[in-house]
Every structure is written in C-alpha cells, then in structure tokens.
C-alpha cells in the first residue's frame, strides 16, 4: 500500500471523475472526411442537449463549428442513422437535419438551403450514405408512408430544383453506394427481411444507361460489404464466406474473384449505421486496411503482392471507418490511457496526427484502470472474449476482495473494445471493477463466434454472462457476494435474462432494455423488426414466455434498476415499464427512472449524469458488505 492511500469501503473511494463531466466529456466523433489537407468530422454536444454539429479543420489547423444551434446533423435512416453529411465542391457540405430529415445545402458564408422536398409525413423522407458525383448526392432514401416503410437509392441535384430521382428499387434495404469512375455503374450492397446485414447480403451493380442489374457476390448465407471501385472493370468488397470479414478483388460481373490477403481476422464490423466504409484505395492502389481480432489495427496492404504492413502509431485500436483522399488517411483511434479521437495519417511517412479528442481534459493517469484483455470458458466449453478493468485509486485501497460489474454490450450483434472510457473509470476509481464481456454473438471474433448466439438469444448471452461473474470469484478478482450486472438495449434483455436465471448477481442495471418479445416484434422499427426470429425463432408464445425476462420474473430475488428514454422507437418504454411493475407485484425491490425526450441512447448531459449517479448510489447500496 502506497503511503498516501488509505483503506475505505469499496464503491466511496474519493474521485475526481464526477458524473456531470462524465456526462459533458463524450463528444461522439464520427465519420470524418479528409479531403487536400481539410477534415471534417460529425461530433455530439451533450451541453445542448446532444445535438450533433459538423466540424472542419482547413489546411491551416483552423478548426471551425460548421452548424450554430439548431441545427442538427442526424440522419434516421434505419432508426441508428450513420453518416449525416457529404463534402460538396467549392468546401460546402449537405447533411440531414435531424428534425425535419430534409438535406441542406451549407456553403461558406450563406445559411442552410434545402435541397429536399418537404414529406407529406413529419420527417418522413430520411436520407443516409451520401455519395456527391457530378453535381448530384447519390444516397439511399427511406419513405416512411401510410403506416410503411420503404427505400431506394435516388440521386437529389445539388441546386435543389428537381425531385430526387429514384435509380435502385425492388430491396428492402441498401447500403454502400459507389459509384465507377466512369460514372457508368452504381455499385451497393442489398438486403431483404428477415435478414440482418450480418446474416447475409448482396452486392449487385446496376448500369445507369438502361437500369439494368445484376448480383455480383453474396447471398443468405453470406455478408457482403464496403464495395469500392479498383477501375471501371473491378471492385474490391469485404464478404465472410469464409467464416470471416476477409477483402477480395472481382471482376464487374462478378468473374476472377481473388482474396486479397486470407486471415482468420475480421476486416469490416456490423453495419448497423450507414455511411462508414472500413477500408480506403490509395492513389498508388494500395489500400489502407483495418483488420484483426477484437480491435482492430491499421495497416496497408498491397494488393498485387499480398503483403499486408501494419503502420506503426500510437492507437490500440481503431473504429470501423476510414476516409482518404488518396495520400492521406483519417480514422478514430483509440487506446487504452488514449480517448477516441480524429487522427490523421500520412500514408507516405507513416506520421499520424491527433487532430480532435472526444475528451477534452483526462483526469490524472492514476485514477484510470489497466485494462487486461482475458479468455473465460463458458459452461459450453466455448472460449469467451472479455476485458478486466481492476479498481484503480491513488489515494485509496480496499480491504480483501472488491465489487465488480459485469459489462453487457447491446445490439447484440456488437463488440467491446479496450479504448478509455471514463465511464468506466468513474466506477474503478471509486473501487468497483468492471469487466467488459463479448459473449457469443459478438463481432469482431469471425463468424462462428457471432452465430453462437443464432436461435440462442437469452441462452448463450445469459450463461456467458454468468460464466463471467463465476470466473471473477474463481479468480479471486472478485467478491462473489458482491458482482452486479449491467447492459443497455440488447445488454438489457441479457442484464434481466440473467437476474431471471441466476443468483450469481447481487443487482441488475437496464438501461432501455427488452423485457418482452411480442410487444417488441409489435412496436419496434422496420430494420430491426423482423431480427428476433434469427435470434430467438417464429413467434411461439411458449418460446418466448420460457426466454423473454417477463415470462420468467419469478425467478429475480436481487434489486434492480431500470433506466428508460420515453422516446425511444427501438425499445419503447412499455418494456421496461412493464418488468418495473412485475418485480413490484412480487416485492422485489426496483427502481425505474425515466427521460423525457430521450431516444435510444443518451445523448443529453444532464440525462447522463443523472443516469450515471443513480447507478453508482444503487450499486453503492447494494455492495454494503
């Protein structure tokens, strides 16, 4: 023991990571843009109520907040939006606002123009995936009418005088529009219900002088992504028919297909927003590559010879995006004592340059945990990816054993990472640890690993998640009377799943989680409507009932608290309200809290500080030794 450190309960550790700048610190950097030296980047403002502004670096350095309030660039396509705004000639943008969904037209110096019609429906032409070529933005629209939804690919002129023309109809959804060089073929990837784009896709060309298509690669079974064009003849496109997210090159009509470099390594993640290609051509025809198992690096690869060279820069791992305009590259990094942030890399020299930090101030180094990348049998004998972030405090120690919390990420289909998170830090430092679990279902561990989860959802999740817990007491990590569980969205069905199934947990923690399954196929958003029947089966009430966590409330005997945007279209608030109520009928101690005007994922400061110092006095509570 150091001795400036004294010995305090665990979970009262004193912290100068407080819930308000929590709250204020996450700025949400997304899809970056570089262009002849200039970025631009997406960025949140959780201090105006989670608003999302485009950001633009010049060549200068100069940074500049394109969008004053009350602009908002968000698209709503498919409820999880992506890419919100395109760079236009001449330095403008056009992105989506986020409360009428219309595109606008920015150029310097004048005001916000829109360039697409008023919909019959508030906000019911939403755009997504924006490509700008000759004078147009090419993008996928989705038309929400009478009661349903569809979408296209259409092409809006930039002057804003003409109806958006519809090119690409007939799927259910489209993805990862590129156009040739020649401006003669529209390359995209599509998929139909009840399909995901991780279960399977198509990657089709559709020749723009007559409208004639045809597929190219992928299928049911298979996950196509992120065409690009190598020449007007050939593409490059990410499938994982192989088992995993691997980059091939192939001929215009789908002939002379060639991996580029096999690994048993992911090249691509889950596309559950649009608009992020994971891999970027260069101008002298490499490709710029992020690849591996859980996080990924960067690299080059050349694609005549195969090598492929990891670059050497200072980030553990990166998100699933990248931009160039030819020499130079931009990406979020990340690490684990480095936030989130927009780095720019000269391919030439291999110098990367850190231009903007989804954190602004981090507190002292001492206060943060080291996080340890760990493998747990499951009950199965399946090998379970997680990451341990022990307590961490200069000024404090506890005596034997600490509290832990067992981390559950959403989608299901998503991955935990090993970047900085103060979030976590705000619970280490005042001595609770976390793990950070990737149960079967996760991606980033080849497809087998995430098809663990196919018809097992509420099974796999649930024993992965208690193999952990069982695993931080069997290590001596934890103390077993004193390990919660916490989740949001897909990791709120597992958190109450768990608690349903399990005394391992001394306390549960939902943020908009589902409780139940018919209501959720019933009410929920078109791209996730028809996901359950691969995660769980068709609808069966005696299936359902023996896997959703309101058919099996009997089973929870430890507190819980429920956390729940009242806005929310992905997991609306009937869900959680309705497992508040069961757990009250049988006296089982529960607290919901809910927001208003909040959606699926936090986005305001004073939501998520409130949000978090609820969830530190619950756990404070129920970890009283």
């Known amino acids: 023991m150091s001795p400036e450190q004294v010995v305090l309960p665990y979970a009262t550790w004193p912290s100068p990571i407080s819930s308000t700048g929590v709250a204020r610190s996450g700025l949400r950097l997304g899809f970056p843009t570089v262009l002849g030296g200039e970025v631009w980047w997406t960025e949140d403002r959780p201090a105006e109520g989670g608003r999302t502004t485009i950001v633009h670096r010049a060549a200068d350095g100069a940074c500049r907040e394109l969008l004053a309030t009350p602009w908002s660039a968000r698209t709503r396509v498919h409820e999880y939006g992506g890419r919100s705004y395109a760079v236009v000639p001449g330095g403008g943008v056009v992105f989506a606002n986020l409360t009428d969904q219309r595109l606008y037209l920015l150029l310097p110096g004048a005001e916000p123009r829109p360039i697409t019609p008023v919909p019959d429906q508030e906000a019911g032409l939403r755009y997504a995936d924006m490509v700008v070529h000759d004078g147009q933005i090419w993008c996928v629209q989705e038309r929400h ?10 092409s809006v002129p930039l002057h804003g005088e003409d109806a958006p023309r519809e090119r690409v109809s007939g799927s259910d959804f489209y993805a990862g529009l ?31 002088a007559d409208g004639a298509s045809w597929r190219v690669k992928g299928g049911p079974s298979e996950s196509v992504l992120a065409p690009q064009w ?59 590559v992020l690849h591996g198992r859980g996080d990924p690096r960067l690299g080059v690869l050349d694609p005549d010879s195969g090598v492929l060279t990891d670059l050497e820069v200072p980030y553990d791992g990166w998100e699933q995006v990248l931009t160039s305009d030819g020499r130079v590259l931009a990406g979020i990094g990340y690490g684990a004592t480095a936030p989130r942030s927009i780095v720019r890399v000269d391919t030439a020299t291999g110098r990367a340059e850190e231009l903007r930090r989804d954190i602004g101030e981090l507190p002292d180094p001492a206060y943060l945990p080291l996080v340890r990348a760990v493998e747990i049998e499951s009950r199965s004998g399946h090998r379970v990816h997680a990451f341990v ?87 001596g990590l934890a103390d077993p009377g004193r390990i919660a569980i916490r989740g949001g969205s897909a990791g709120g ?40 029947e691969w995660l769980v089966g068709p609808a069966d009430p005696v299936l359902y009932g023996s896997r959703e966590p309101l058919g099996r409330v009997a089973g929870v005997s430890c507190p819980m608290l429920l956390l729940q945007g009242l806005s929310d279209p992905v ?21 919901c809290l809910t927001f208003e005007g909040e959606a699926h994922g936090f986005r305001r400061a004073e939501t998520r500080s409130a949000a978090l110092a609820t969830e530190l006095a619950f756990y404070q509570q129920i970890f009283r030794s």
Request: some cysteine.
């Open 493 to 532: 069905w597992t958190v109450m799943a768990a608690c349903c199934t399990s005394g391992a947990f001394a306390g549960g923690v939902s943020y908009y989680g589902v409780s139940a399954l018919a209501p959720l196929i019933a009410t929920t958003h078109d791209f996730e409507s028809r996901y359950v």
């Open 230 to 288: 190598r020449d007007d003849r050939h593409l490059y496109l990410i499938s994982d028919w192989s088992g995993w997210w691997n980059l091939y090159r192939v001929g215009l009509h789908g002939t002379s297909l060639q991996a580029l470099h096999p690994l048993e390594e992911e090249f691509a993640g889950p596309l559950w927003q649009l608009g992020g290609p994971p891999y970027q051509v260069l101008a002298d025809g490499r490709i710029a």
């Open 389 to 475: 972030y022990p307590p961490s405090n200069p000024r404090a120690r506890g005596d034997g054993a600490p509290p832990y919390v067992v981390f559950v990420h959403g989608g299901p289909t998503g991955r935990a990472s090993g970047a900085l998170d103060l979030e976590k830090a705000f619970f280490t430092s005042r001595g609770i640890g976390v793990l950070d679990l990737n149960y079967g279902g996760s991606t980033g561990y080849g497809r087998a690993y995430r098809d663990r989860l196919h018809g097992q959802w509420g099974v796999v999740d649930v024993d992965d998640s208690i193999a952990a817990a069982e695993w931080l007491a069997a290590e």
């Open 178 to 208: 590129a156009l040739s060089p020649d401006g003669k073929h529209l390359a995209y990837i599509c998929w139909d219900h009840p399909r995901m784009p991780w279960n399977g896709t198509e990657l089709r060309i559709t020749r723009l």
């Open 571 to 591: 997991v609306p608030p009937a869900q959680s309200q309705a497992f508040a109520e069961a757990l009250a009928e049988r006296g089982v101690p529960c607290t």
């Open 145 to 154: 009418h009478g009661g349903g939804i569809s979408r296209s690919i259409v």
